[in-house]
């Protein structure tokens, strides 16, 4: 019998659950769930749940690959503005190309030292609030972004009532200049959507000059695997 010790680290990440957010306007997208588990002392939570939208995938996989160096991050589904069959065959085939990203990620243990995947995946700061907490530039070290995330429920509540999400996490949200990606609203159905879109494969492009990419002159640090959550105000403390 394996000792506790001896234990094999597995980590189950699944993509899914895509929804409609703000339907019907310009600026509509779709969103996935990330539902994550483990075993493994490289994550701070043993299990979370939030959202994320493509453009969101985009930018974590820039800034892996700015960080890894000459490992090489694995590819992301395309972004075809066109595509040959019905809007919810393109959702399910993006879903499972993000799923695919993922699993390689979490398997990679250059990749998992990247702090910023861990607030990507077990907490749902914007893109910008994670620079922000990564430089220490934020109310909260990597490792109390994540717990005070996993404490408040976010991660459930959201499946339920996405707006008790919102106000759960309202106070520490409020504290970053960035703001937040909860979603407003779970739509079942997905008739509308700009991920697919002229307008929104301009705006979802990595090129993109909007408020959600990083800025050039912030750049994020690499934490070790097994102490993937402290950070230099850890440190000082």
């Known amino acids: 019998m394996l000792q506790p010790q001896d234990q094999e680290e597995l980590t189950t990440v699944r993509v899914q659950d895509p929804r409609v957010q703000n339907e019907g306007s310009w600026n509509s997208y779709v969103d996935y769930k990330i539902f994550l588990h483990t075993n493994s002392k490289a994550f701070t939570a043993k299990t979370s749940c939030v959202r994320r939208r493509y453009r969101e995938f985009v930018w974590l996989k820039k800034q892996l690959q700015k960080n890894a160096g000459l490992v090489p991050v694995p590819e992301l589904p395309g972004k075809s503005t066109f595509f040959a069959g019905s809007t919810d065959e393109f959702i399910e085939k993006r879903r499972q190309g993000l799923q695919q990203f993922l699993e390689k990620v979490v398997q990679n243990v250059v990749l998992l030292s990247d702090s910023q995947l861990h607030l990507f995946l077990q907490s749902q700061l ?41 106000l759960a ?40 000059e909007d408020d959600h990419h990083p800025h050039p002159s912030v750049t994020a640090g690499l934490l070790p695997v097994d102490s993937v959550a402290l950070t230099d105000r850890d440190k000082e403390q």
Not at 135 to 162: F, K, R
Request: hydrophobic share 30%.
């Open 126 to 166: 914007s893109v910008l609030e994670i620079e922000a907490c990564v430089q220490g530039q934020g109310p909260l070290s990597v490792t109390d972004a994540i717990l005070h995330y996993a404490m408040s429920n976010c991660g459930w509540v959201q499946e339920e009532d996405s707006h008790s999400a919102l």
């Open 169 to 208: 996490r309202g106070d520490f949200s409020s504290s970053f200049d960035g703001g937040s990606h909860l979603p407003k609203s779970p739509l079942e159905s997905l008739p509308h959507w700009s991920d697919v879109s002229t307008e929104d494969s301009q705006v979802e492009s990595p090129e993109s």
